[in-house]
Structure formats: structure tokens, C-alpha cells
């Protein structure tokens, strides 16, 4: 066992685009809590739970952190989000 526990929040949303949004606003609000690994966020259909979209990048940035851009994003990760 690795010691570590999932939190597993069900919240409904109408599609994986608008679930993607959502989760990525909880994600940025939840780090404020050291525990939070918002890399490993992700969404999936209800009927279908073992087939999960990630929805941040998972690449690692100095120091540690994770980029906070969204999976799949164009260019150089980031700390800070793009406008």
C-alpha cells in the first residue's frame, strides 16, 4: 500500500467540456490546501468511471509544483494561467 487515500467528490455536470471547466475551477480554489494535487484531477462519465480525462497538465515545474494550464495546452507550462 502506498499510504496515500483518493477523495473521490461526485459533481454533475452536463458534458465532459463543462465537467473539464469545473473541475479545473475546484482544482485552482482547492490548492490553497497543501494536500491538494491538482495534476491528478480528473473527469469522467458517471456510467463510465474507468475511463477518466485528465483536466491539468501532469508535467512537473522547478520546485516541485504542477503547471496549472489545462491538459493538452499549447506552448510552455505555467504557474500562472493564460489570458
Known amino acids: 500500500m502506498s499510504g496515500r487515500y483518493v477523495i473521490h467528490l461526485p459533481v ?3 458534458d465532459l467540456p463543462a465537467a473539464q471547466r469545473l473541475a479545473r475551477v475546484v482544482g485552482r480554489w482547492i490548492t490553497v490546501l497543501p494536500m491538494m494535487d491538482p495534476g491528478e484531477m480528473t473527469v469522467s462519465e458517471e456510467d463510465e468511471q474507468f475511463l ?3 483536466v ?18 499549447d506552448g510552455e507550462c505555467s504557474r500562472r494561467l493564460r489570458h
Open 12 to 14: 454533475v455536470a452536463a
Open 52 to 54: 477518466r480525462h485528465r
Open 56 to 73: 491539468f497538465c501532469d508535467l512537473r515545474m522547478p520546485g516541485g509544483r504542477r503547471c496549472v494550464l489545462r491538459d493538452g495546452h
